[in-house]
């Protein structure tokens, strides 16, 4: 029975290991995930803001005062704007991405420290076991 139990304890920790290792993919498959999507919103921050100071162009040209001054101003402040927006998107999907892959490693560690946990379980069973019949055999 004991031998039963002890192999029980094993195999829990080597499926902690195995989730564990599961879990670490994931994370890191969520992580990639999350960079390509801060690059896709920055790049749609970008297609913006080009359009915005298109269309600032063609206004202040349209005016026919000319691009220059207070126009050119706003015109290089939505530039400005656009790029900001756009580095605030990338900076945000690599801290998402960089706690993702934390986290990824935490769980990998979790699960060696449960295959760990495990062995010694099945250990300590398999040890208390030989003490119980050497014990009951009389010990010597």
């Keep these: 029975m004991s031998a039963i139990k002890a192999a029980g304890q094993a195999f829990g920790g080597f499926r902690k290991l195995q989730a564990g290792r599961a879990a670490k993919q994931q994370f890191f498959a969520d992580a990639q995930t999350t960079r390509a999507e801060a ?13 915005d100071v298109g269309a600032a162009t063609a206004r202040a040209g349209a005016s026919g005062f000319g691009i220059s001054g207070s126009a050119l101003d706003v015109i290089g402040q939505l530039a400005a704007d656009a790029e900001f ?14 706690s993702l892959r934390q986290q990824g490693r ?3 560690r979790r ?12 250990a300590g069973t398999i040890l208390t076991a030989a003490a119980r019949a050497a014990a ?5």
């Design 39 to 51: 690059a896709v919103a920055a790049s749609i921050a970008r297609t913006r803001g080009a359009k």
């Design 136 to 140: 009951a055999g009389g010990g010597g």
């Design 85 to 98: 927006n756009a580095q605030v998107s990338i900076y945000e999907g690599e801290r998402r991405a960089t």
């Design 111 to 122: 699960g060696v420290d449960g295959a760990i946990a495990g062995g010694f379980a099945a």
């Design 106 to 108: 935490s769980a990998k």
